[in-house]
């Protein structure tokens, strides 16, 4: 059943270390109390739950019939202008590990009911969730570390991050304790940590996305551009294969990048057609295994 409306409400929850993690609730507006599967929206490295046409995708899957929570990672360096990264101390330390306490985070909340909406009930035992780039990569561990998750989607996901440190990261992260990234999009200078860096490796076994993947069984789809710039789609073909479950699927958008040919901000009236066929793809796996 497909809804005409969405109702959008906004909150914060703690993580464990006491910031703040920023949600969306999507649910779509029903005239009788119904229980909905969950769809969680875990953001990439410098991104944001509300970059580009995110928002818009969170819509159309609220509308298909899912409650969708999508969230700011509490470290992501995005504070309460939404679209900024105006909190450069907290994402000079954004681990892996934090990431994936902070998919935990929102999950006990929905169970707790502290995100939850009065004219629907979410459905804590049906949990979907998707991932773009490096939140493809947290997805993933996620899913096995969370039995709640019941259904997975990666978008361009990184299949392992310790391979995408460079030389100089390294290199920079011995002699001077951090290194530096830019935002190609604002030419903002973000430094980063060593501890990030070391945190990836220490718990690599708990982290590392290939790794992980061997233990997810429940259904599980991984999307990504043949031309992306960014991470490779073979990455989504090595989770693919590393993946056990017997319900699962790669699908490889052609002449698409990193993020399916959108860009922040989004302002136009329709998708392109490759994010078209990502949301489709992404929408008819969750109303097939997630309902």
């Known amino acids: 059943m497909s809804y005409s409306s969405v109702l959008k409400t906004k909150g914060k929850i703690s993580s464990t270390e006491n910031l703040p993690i920023r949600y969306d609730l999507l649910v779509p507006v029903t005239a009788t109390p119904v229980v909905l599967p969950v769809i969680l929206f875990v953001h990439g490295f410098k991104g944001f739950k509300d970059w580009g046409a995110f928002p818009d995708a969170c819509d159309e899957l609220a509308r298909a019939g899912f409650a969708v929570v999508a969230f700011n990672l509490s470290l992501n360096g995005v504070g309460e202008s939404m679209t900024d990264f105006d909190e450069p101390e907290l994402f000079r330390r954004q681990t892996l590990s934090q990431d994936l306490k902070d998919v935990g985070s929102v999950i006990n909340a929905i169970k707790k009911k502290e995100i939850s909406n009065q004219k629907v009930t979410l459905n804590s035992d049906k949990i979907g969730i998707i991932g773009h780039s490096r939140g493809g990569h947290t997805a993933v561990a996620a899913t ?20 995408r440190w460079s030389k100089e990261m390294i290199d920079d992260w011995n002699k001077k304790g951090f290194t530096e990234i830019i935002n190609s999009r604002t030419g903002q200078v973000l ?20 790794k992980r993947v061997h233990e997810i069984y429940i259904p599980s789809m991984f999307i990504a551009g043949k031309k992306d710039e960014a991470v490779s789609y073979r990455d ?3 989770l693919y294969r590393n993946c056990p479950a017997e319900e699962k699927e790669v699908r490889l958008i052609e002449n698409a990048g990193h993020t399916f040919e959108t860009s922040h901000p989004f302002e136009e009236e329709d998708f392109p057609p490759e994010f078209s ?4 793809l992404t929408e008819g796996w969750f109303l097939e295994h997630l309902r």
């Open 191 to 210: 430094p980063v940590d060593k501890l990030v860096y070391d945190d990836a490796l220490e718990n690599a076994d708990r982290l590392i996305a290939v």
């Open 277 to 280: 066929q990502v949301l489709d």
């Open 144 to 163: 096995a570390e969370y039995t709640e998750i019941q259904c997975l989607v990666t978008w361009s996901a990184v299949a392992d991050y310790n391979a």
């Open 236 to 238: 989504s073909e090595k």
